[in-house]
């Protein structure tokens, strides 16, 4: 559980940092862009991944081409979801891509159901709404709103499922996540370039903390997984709950942002919902 904790601290960080950039007016594209390089250079040094078949075709090249697509593109699909929808539903579009890993967990990983881990699910649910309940000015909900939430929560939940499948390699994941990040990387600076971008010493400099996070909540989300091969419904629940759970009071505290009875009674769920998956 302690990997999970880790993991769950590092995720709600870049969440924070992400917050804090955009008020300092920090160009998050290029920070996003700055973080691959450096998470990469963190997987080289601690993971010590195998670079001669990095480039060799193998069974696991569908999830790195999968992940290396997915992590910057739902990066950017958050941000117009942000745009188009606001803070609030993209933030509960994201939590509740819980349910795509979670289906994941019993119908493809094979995963036994238990009256124990159903109760818990529902809990679980109650608790993400709980905790998303907040005042908010109405959006318009057009076709481009709906396409971008709808992207956030299928976005989130794929990669979930990719990690997880990741996590299944043993040691030769660190292959496979070298790969994502490198060719996330790319695809990011490739952005970038075409844009003509004006690169600022702030995006570098934030890049390089994000990226120490990022990775972070990589290597430990990941981790986490392989210590519970057979559980796999308690990492992806876990995780969701406990970084909306860590992220309700970390905005209550450092941002000021107020939590109502119903978040409370949130928060106490979200335990309630880890207490019961975790594996006795």
């Given at each position: 559980?302690?990997?999970l904790?880790?993991?769950i ?38 993971l ?7 480039l ?20 950017l699909?958050m ?15 994201q ?6 890993p ?5 119908l ?13 699910i ?49 040691t030769?994941?660190?292959t496979?996540?070298?790969g994502?990040?490198g ?13 003509r971008?004006?690169?600022q ?7 390089l ?8 909540n ?9 210590a ?22 970390v905005g ?21 919902a ?7």
């Amino acid at each position: 559980m302690f990997l999970l904790i880790l993991s769950i601290g590092c995720s709600v960080a870049v969440s924070v940092l992400l917050k804090i950039a955009r008020r300092h007016h920090v160009p998050v594209g290029q920070a996003i862009a700055v973080n691959y390089v450096v998470a990469s250079v963190l997987c080289v040094t601690l993971l010590r991944p195998s670079l001669d078949t990095l480039l060799v075709p193998s069974a696991s090249s569908g999830i790195l081409a999968a992940l290396g697509l997915l992590l910057p593109a739902v990066f950017l699909v958050m941000a117009a979801a942000v745009r188009h929808a606001g803070i609030v539903l993209s933030d509960a579009a994201q939590r509740l891509s819980l349910l795509v890993p979670l289906a994941a967990a019993f119908l493809w990983f094979g995963e036994t159901f238990s009256t124990q881990k159903l109760i818990a699910i529902g809990v679980a649910f109650l608790a993400l709404l709980a905790l998303l309940i907040r005042p908010a000015g109405a959006h318009r909900q057009n076709l481009m709103t709906l396409l971008c939430l709808m992207g956030v929560w299928l976005g989130y939940g794929a990669i979930d499922i990719l990690f997880k499948e990741m996590a299944r390699q043993g040691t030769a994941f660190a292959t496979t996540l070298l790969g994502a990040l490198g060719l996330a990387g790319v695809v990011m600076f490739a952005g970038l370039t075409l844009q003509r971008t004006q690169w600022q010493q702030a995006g570098v400099i934030g890049g390089l903390v994000l990226g120490l996070l990022n990775f972070g909540n990589i290597y430990f989300y990941i981790s986490a997984h392989q210590a519970f091969p057979t559980n796999p419904s308690l990492v992806f629940a876990s995780m969701n709950i406990g970084v909306i759970t860590l992220g309700t009071l970390v905005g209550a505290l450092m941002f000021n942002e107020k939590l109502s009875r119903i978040n409370v009674a949130g928060i106490a769920l979200a335990i309630t919902a880890m207490w019961l998956l975790y594996p006795r």
